[in-house]
């Protein structure tokens, strides 16, 4: 059967050695060295034989001396899990399969032993039985969370396959799934088959989960020079109409910080401060400073629009200067917009043409906000924002 969920017994030894500072230790010294005062020690000897297991080519030439370790450990501690595992990996080297049992027997010893989990994991997955695979990652991930690393890339892969999806949704009330939902683009995963897993999860999850992980795709789009394909995936977001992000103003869709860049997000510093309510966005910005008020994502059909505001001020406080700039993501085209808004236009509508031409899939939307020498912030609101297509 094929494997679905590919961790490989390789990978699985090198975990078990890589966390194991003990076995570094000893390995360095040599082998055979246990002190002489624990040379007697039937544990510890069968701790030194788990480097004899990581050289899987000499696996068979070890195995015996795995057996007799692991032999003496049970006489003592029947039910030591450590040995049981072991006598399964080598039972299994004689006849595949044959050491199932024995392993199997150890994690129910413990559900702790990380190792017994591991091994299980690979033997499922040589089967094609990834609903026995994914118990096991289940296993370890609600005891070892920060083995997510290491399991985590596999299960991005698996979501290629419809029926590990599925499998999946099962578990959708553990905590290390959410983990995975929000960040399962950072393991090497199409973005496709992650808005897949989302669909199979929807009403299974807390919707801003989903969304999270669908923002993340978004950046990932944007970083990976995938713009082309934002308005593709930005209409699969879970929860959302993908007409409610033809608004450019302030709605509860454009101001959900899940959405993020999607939906506005406004950038807090020492020389800026601004606040939405309702339709109207306030900015404040220190003496003699500029920064960057605001910035969004769209993706905008070519063609020309006209965006529409209203810039009013406060009485008795100095103006703040006010200007946007709307640009092309990933491309060398010039500007779409570079806009002083201006003093005297208090309180009356201000339109500004803008055309985005073809080979201009996604547009970055910044507000910049400049203050001149006071001795108090200077402050601007910005009113029904609108963007019409003429």
């Given amino acids: 059967m094929r494997r679905l969920l590919c ?42 034989t788990d480097g004899l297991m990581t050289d899987l080519a000499r696996l068979p030439v070890n195995a015996p001396a795995i057996t007799k370790a692991a032999i003496e450990v049970l006489r003592s501690t029947p039910l030591n899990s450590a040995a049981l595992r072991k006598l399964g990996v080598v039972a299994n080297l004689r006849r595949p399969g044959a050491g199932q049992g024995l392993v199997g027997l150890a994690e129910r010893v413990s559900r702790r032993d990380l190792d017994s989990e591991l091994f299980l994991i690979d033997w499922a997955d040589q089967q094609g039985n990834f609903a026995q695979t994914l118990r096991h990652y289940d296993h370890i991930l609600m005891v070892y969370p ?113 959405l993020q860049p999607l939906s506005w997000q406004f950038l807090q510093s020492d020389a800026i401060e601004s606040e939405v309510e309702g339709q109207k966005m306030t900015v404040r910005v220190s003496p003699e400073r500029a920064d960057w008020v605001s910035l969004r994502m769209t993706w905008l059909k070519p063609g020309e629009y006209e965006m529409i505001q209203t810039v009013s001020y406060f009485a008795n406080s100095p103006r703040a200067h006010l ?68």
């Fill in 7 to 48: 961790f490989g017994l390789a990978l699985v030894l090198a975990v078990i050695v890589g966390r194991d500072a003990a076995l570094v230790h000893w390995r360095s010294i040599g082998p055979g060295s246990v002190p002489g005062l624990l040379a007697g020690d039937a544990a510890l000897r069968l701790r030194e």
């Fill in 146 to 258: 920060d083995q997510k690393e290491k399991l985590f890339p596999p299960l991005a892969s698996g979501l290629a396959e419809p029926e590990v999806r599925k499998a999946l949704v099962t578990f959708a009330s553990r905590p290390w799934l959410r983990d995975f939902v929000i960040n399962a683009i950072d393991y090497d995963v199409a973005p496709t088959y992650l808005m897949d897993f989302y669909d199979d999860l929807s009403g299974k999850v807390p919707l801003p989960d989903l969304q999270d992980g669908s923002a993340r795709i978004i950046k990932w789009l944007l970083t990976n020079n995938q713009s082309a394909f934002l308005g593709t995936f930005a209409d699969r977001i879970p929860g959302v109409s993908p007409l409610a992000f033809d608004q450019l103003g302030f709605t509860a869709t454009t101001l959900n910080p899940h």
């Fill in 323 to 390: 200007e946007w700039h709307v640009n092309c993501q990933d491309s060398n085209i010039p500007p779409l917009l570079q806009q002083a808004l201006s003093l005297e236009n208090a309180g009356t509508p201000v339109v500004a043409r803008i055309k985005v031409p073809e080979g201009c899939p996604a547009q970055a939307w910044h507000l910049r906000a400049t203050a001149a020498q006071s001795q108090f912030p200077s402050q601007a609101q910005i009113a029904d924002l609108k963007l019409a297509r003429r």
